[in-house]
């Protein structure tokens, strides 16, 4: 993820001659852009379901997820499937995903220390029911960025993008009116 924010992003955002971006991240996307924001000037920044540090119930959820996919390939309904819609070599990009998460090097993967430094508006938006990481990750990055704005999405999984699109573009919407 530091690769993505501190090289990929700043190379990409170059080529499009884009400077002082709104970046909005989901989930991994979510970490990249805050450790992005944290070394790079941005116009705001929206992290939704970040990972900022790793939590059992996380490590847990992409275990999970590694099963599901494994036990029906070809499944219509299996999670591979579903994947597959989205993305153009779908086991490149879950095994590449799962395995970091899973391996015991990325144990102690914690960026907290890193945020201290991001000024752009900050708005981090998190599922109650996210299985994947808890409210503390935002308290976390709080803790670091104490102007940032928090908001928890009631009947919201890791997904508000799809659990909750008319609530989720709502709370953005507004964040980014605001933003000069």
């Known amino acids: 993820m530091h690769l993505e924010a501190h090289e990929v992003l700043p190379a990409l955002l170059e080529a499009l001659h884009i400077a002082r971006p709104v970046l909005v991240g989901h989930s991994?996307?979510?970490?990249?852009?805050?450790?992005?924001?944290?070394?790079?000037e941005l116009a705001a920044c929206v992290a939704i379901a970040p990972h900022v540090f790793v939590e059992k119930m996380s490590l847990h959820a992409?275990?999970?997820?590694?099963?599901?996919?494994?036990?029906?390939?070809?499944?219509?309904d299996g999670l591979r499937q579903r994947l597959a819609r989205h993305h153009r070599d779908v086991d490149n990009a879950f095994w590449q995903w799962n395995d970091?998460?899973?391996?015991?090097?990325?144990?102690?993967?914690?960026?907290?220390?890193?945020?201290?430094?991001?000024?752009?508006?900050?708005?981090?938006?998190?599922g109650v029911n996210d299985e994947y990481g808890s409210m503390e990750q935002l308290g976390a990055i709080q803790k670091e960025v104490p102007h940032a704005k928090r908001v928890?999405?009631?009947?919201?999984?890791?997904?508000?993008h799809r659990d909750q699109p008319d609530q989720l573009l709502g709370v953005v919407q507004s964040f980014l009116v605001n933003v000069k």
């Open 28 to 40: 991994d996307g979510a970490t990249i852009a805050l450790l992005h924001a944290a070394r790079h």
């Open 100 to 126: 970091v998460w899973l391996s015991a090097a990325f144990r102690s993967f914690d960026i907290r220390e890193e945020l201290g430094s991001i000024k752009a508006p900050l708005l981090l938006i998190q």
């Open 152 to 160: 928890a999405m009631e009947r919201c999984g890791h997904s508000p």
């Open 62 to 76: 992409i275990d999970q997820a590694r099963q599901l996919y494994e036990a029906a390939p070809e499944s219509p």
